[in-house]
């Protein structure tokens, strides 16, 4: 790629959010925070509660597309670039099952 005229390595940074972010680092990072939140016995989260709230959510006609999918496990959260950021959308207006008692 240094070969480019008007490019070089070092110079020019692309950052690519669909793919680093959506689909790079939120994943790992929620399977992250999810098995955390799991071990923590003073919390009422859990993966079925989690499921429930993202089935049951009234997502609008632009977020039908895009709606997450249930999860099949908290070791791999697995979703596309456009529902991964529906999921961060809407994580603040529903009750994902996050609560603490």
Not at 64 to 91: G, I, Y
């Amino acid at each position: 790629m240094n070969i480019l005229r008007h490019w070089h390595v070092t110079e020019n940074f692309v950052v690519d959010v669909m793919h680093d972010i959506l689909e790079g680092i939120a994943p790992f990072e929620l399977s992250l925070i999810f098995n955390e939140i799991l071990q923590d016995k003073q919390c009422s989260f859990s993966l079925e509660r989690l499921n429930s709230s993202i089935s049951s959510f009234n997502y609008s006609l632009a977020d039908k597309n895009s709606q997450p999918p249930t999860l099949l496990s908290c070791n791999s959260v697995k979703m596309t670039a456009s529902e991964m950021w529906c999921f961060f959308a809407k994580l603040s207006l529903a009750n994902w099952g996050f609560n603490t008692t």
